[in-house]
């Protein structure tokens, strides 16, 4: 069973578009994080969010973390080709072990 | 500049012949993690470091050990590889300081294993 559940698993977009990627979960986060991945490479982090309601923008992309702190969203705003990767959610279960669990990703690409 | 490392980058192997993956940071972290990536299946935790000499499994520990002598390594050890652990696997590293720190990635190793 998956701990962090994304979707849409696969999204393919034509620049300019906006896109809102989800990740639930049952179980509640200290902390949930936000990485992006390009092929080849390690996820790199964009974001963590520790407070229930909290909204983080880093520029066209808005993150969410839920009131009850099991669910998040990731926003973009006109998409652009340089946004393809895949993103990832990763959260750290309250009273768990302190190091994160990822979610499957979901694959993004943009078209010019 | 702070990093982990990983060697090597990329590995063919064949069935049966053990093989270690080094991972080591410079950042004094004392959470160390390997997790693999597979298509469809994201990043899954194959072990974890809380400290030195402290390791405990993750989800998918089956046909891996590690170890955690020093505090900046943190190698994975598969004794008898297997097709199925084609994959690629990842080593990252966290300071323990509070919720949602950053987590730093190795830049990966493709192993296939014949």
């Known amino acids: 069973t998956q701990l962090l559940e994304q979707s849409p698993q696969f999204l393919s977009i034509q620049e300019g578009e906006n896109l809102t990627v989800y990740c639930n979960s049952s179980?509640?986060?200290?902390?949930l994080q936000w990485y992006r991945q390009e092929p080849g490479e390690g996820p790199v982090l964009l974001v963590t969010?520790?407070?229930?309601?909290e909204v983080k923008k880093l520029k066209r992309l808005t993150f969410q973390f839920g009131d009850a702190r099991k669910d998040s969203s990731l926003h973009i705003t006109a998409a652009q080709p340089g946004d393809t990767g895949l993103y990832l959610c990763?959260?750290?279960?309250?009273?768990?072990?302190?190091?994160?669990?990822f979610g499957r990703g979901t694959s993004l690409i943009v078209h010019p | 500049e702070a990093q982990v490392t990983q060697n090597p980058r990329y590995l063919i192997t064949v069935t049966g012949k053990k093989l270690t993956v080094t991972c080591s940071q410079n950042?004094?972290?004392?959470?160390m993690s390997w997790y693999r990536q597979d298509p469809g299946l994201g990043l899954r935790q194959i072990y974890y470091?809380?400290?030195?000499?402290?390791?405990d499994k993750g989800d998918v520990p089956e046909g891996y050990k590690v170890s955690r002598k020093e505090k900046r390594n943190f190698p994975l050890i598969l004794e008898s590889p297997s097709p199925n652990q084609t994959s690629l696997y990842f080593c990252?590293?966290?300071?323990?300081?509070?919720?949602?720190?950053?987590?730093?990635f190795g830049p990966g190793t493709r192993l296939t294993v014949l």
């Open positions: 990763a959260g750290v279960e309250e009273g768990g072990s302190y190091i994160p669990t």
């Open positions: 179980s509640v986060f200290s902390s």
């Open positions: 969010v520790v407070t229930g309601g």
């Open positions: 950042m004094n972290h004392e959470y």
């Open positions: 470091s809380m400290n030195v000499e402290v390791t």
């Open positions: 990252a590293s966290l300071p323990r300081q509070g919720p949602g720190d950053t987590q730093y």
